[in-house]
């Protein structure tokens, strides 16, 4: 297992694999919660739902540490899930659940075919180092401001949009037992300092209403959303898939999903590699070419299975910061994902305010690439400090990345140094004002 995982050649142990796989699942559970709640507004039975969730969590995870052996775990992406619920089966188009399911399908055939071809990799590669650095830096505030409003501690405001939340609430108070632990921890070199903060602050939130204790249990498995793209809808009694192929705007639904998932997860991967060592001093991720396979994968098998799509989790920086180098990390949460197949009820007794503190420690982590930042020269800082500001205050790490890469576009071309930028650069801001402007 040692030679295998490269356990000790990455300076990492058993017991920190371990922990830092916990770490992360925790982080992430809410998941296990949220994603059915969605495709139950989509139409999808709940058990259906929780069961492909669950099982698409723990396949997807369990390969990215065998294939790429890097802690970096997978599940069905948040806001992916909002448009298959919300905008594709709600509001406007109201598809059948299993056409939905075969937007996502196609959508990750198509970045699987990308990314086998070398192009998600050429892309990375054209992306300037400050840039690199800066997707890091704006996501680690994307995850402090994740776990701070999900703790309540921010909160939104009709006249000032954001404000301070109401820290003698339940959820508050939680939030900030939960940072001080995770810092206080972290401070003392504590082993497994983020896990405890959680365990820790989901037991105090028991008495004070936070922390729901399971009130029904369901240990019994529902497959039938399984193969949703190849399913009859039963409206049209046409196969979901086909009615993809024939409709433009499905077809342009699959697009939009493409550019999310493409550059959420590029961003993602680089701010865990940071975390992780295993990124260069020029921000380039070892092993790019296994984990952006198995993640292009895993959208297709996340349409494939019914639980949307499935993408690499940012969370996964919380076990790095606990501790986790390898994929063994990864093993450990894809079980804790097949046990929460049955055992749901357990998992969601951690509430986002549990979390939360984890969530800021690693925000704070991943800032330490600031001062790596020429800020100097504009056509290297502005670019930079729009992406690090954009993916917190867009609430989205394309968005985000979108506004670095036009701007970059546009200030060297200005500045006379159209020779300087990449071609794929050209092709990747030219799809983001495709994206801002149609879809």
Partial sequence: MDKFFKITER????????????????????IIAV?????????????????????????????????????IALASGMGINAIVAYTLCAAGNGVDWRVAMAV????????????????????????????RRAIGIGIGLFIAFIGLKGGGIV???????????????????????????????????????????????????????????????????????????????????????AQVVLQPALLLMVFSLLMSDFFDTMGTVVAVGQQADFTDKDGNVEDIQAILTVDSAAAAVGGLVGASSITSFV???????????????????????????FIAPIVGMVSSAATCGALVVVGYLMMTDVGEIDWSHIENAFPAFITIVGIPMTYSITNGIGFGFISYILIMLFMGRVKEIKPLMWVAALAFLIMFIFV
């Fill in 104 to 131: 996502v399908f196609c959508e990750g055939i198509v970045i699987l075919i990308l990314v086998l071809c070398g192009l998600r990799k050429a892309v990375m590669d054209a992306i300037p180092v400050s840039l």
């Fill in 155 to 241: 909160a939104s405001d009709a006249s000032t949009y954001l404000a301070l939340g109401d820290l003698t609430s339940g959820t508050c108070i939680v939030a900030i037992i939960s940072i001080l632990l995770a810092v206080i921890l972290q401070a003392m070199n504590v082993r497994g300092a983020l896990l405890i903060s959680i365990i820790l602050a989901t037991i105090v939130g028991i008495p004070l209403g936070v922390t729901q204790m399971p009130s029904s249990w369901n240990f019994g498995l529902d497959f039938s959303a399984f193969a949703a793209p190849f399913q009859t809808d039963p409206a049209t009694g046409t196969i979901a898939i």
């Fill in 35 to 71: 994603n059915p709640s969605m495709m139950v507004v989509a139409g999808m039975p709940f058990e259906a739902a929780l069961t492909a969730t669950c099982v698409g969590a723990a396949i997807m995870t369990i390969l990215m540490g065998v294939i790429a052996n890097r802690p």
């Fill in 11 to 30: 300076g990492s142990t058993v017991g920190n694999e371990v922990i830092g796989g916990l770490t992360t699942f925790l982080a992430m559970a809410y």
């Fill in 315 to 341: 969370e996964s920086t919380s076990g790095a910061a606990a501790g986790a180098r390898t994929g063994l990390s990864n093993i450990v949460i894809g079980i804790l994902f097949f046990l929460c197949a």
